[in-house]
């Protein structure tokens, strides 16, 4: 995509939505860290439901600790491989005590360090909690960034670097949510909505999707966030 049209693109997403936000609950970078860990081939909704009591009762990684694994795994027992991310989770809670002081750190490479925290989990959590300029590539971000020809690459990080190249000011801090946000409701996997796309004419996707007959323009529903490699939600 050329410098101008990169610009144009993020500019009509700005405009239409200038302050956008990460769907997943969350009330500090702490539960933040768990809900996206927790997300993982998992929707933003079905997070929610799970966590809003959870956090209700535990906010720090002390707390969580002190609740266990077990009271853990019955709070979020809707969540796919809810064992797996309960032990994470503990697990992690315990390293944020011992090596952090209980502490989010604003680091990349501390923030790996956590069990079940990969490189998009850390892009987000700098991004949402500290105000980073990150690119967290989800499944979302990695169709968009390919089929609109924005950033182009086989494989997650490549887009990630690609579009921490080719995105300027003003628009890095919140670019990954307005991309996020657009292959959730608009450039979805199976169809993408290209009747109703803000951005169709800049988009290198060919051949365009028509209207369904007789389908509103109005009222997206959200694509769940499938995991390309597994078909899993």
């Given at each position: 995509m050329k410098k101008a049209d990169v610009i144009e693109f993020y500019a009509r997403l700005a405009?239409?939505?200038?302050?956008?936000?990460?769907?997943?609950?969350?009330?500090?970078?702490y539960t933040l860290v768990v809900a996206v860990a927790l997300s993982a081939q998992a929707t933003d909704v079905c997070v929610n439901k799970a966590t809003?009591?959870?956090?209700?009762?535990?906010?720090?990684p002390e707390k969580m600790?002190?609740?266990?694994?077990?009271?853990?795994k019955r709070h979020i027992k809707t969540i796919g491989l809810y064992n797996t991310k309960a032990k994470n989770v503990i697990a992690l809670s315990q390293m944020l005590i011992d090596d952090y002081g209980g502490e989010v750190p604003n680091d990349r490479a501390a923030l790996e360090r956590l069990p079940g925290v990969g490189r998009k989990t850390a892009n987000v959590v700098l991004n949402v909690a500290f105000g980073a300029e990150t690119f967290a590539v989800d499944t979302h971000i990695f169709r968009v960034g390919n089929r609109t020809g924005l950033a182009r690459g086989k494989t997650p990080l490549a887009v990630?670097?690609?579009?921490d190249k080719a995105t300027p000011q003003p628009f890095r801090l919140h670019a990954h949510h307005?991309?996020?946000?657009?292959?959730?409701y608009v450039c979805k996997a199976r169809t993408p909505e290209c009747w109703r796309c803000i951005v169709?004419?800049?988009c290198a996707y060919k051949p365009k999707t028509p209207a369904p007959k007789g389908r509103s323009l109005a009222s997206p529903s959200p694509e769940p966030d499938i995991d390309p490699a597994t078909g899993e939600a």
């Open positions: 405009e239409a939505d200038p302050h956008p936000e990460t769907e997943l609950e969350f009330v500090n970078p809003r009591a959870l956090f209700r009762e535990v906010d720090t600790v002190a609740l266990g694994l077990e009271d853990l990630e670097l690609k579009l307005w991309l996020i946000l657009h292959g959730r169709s004419d800049l």
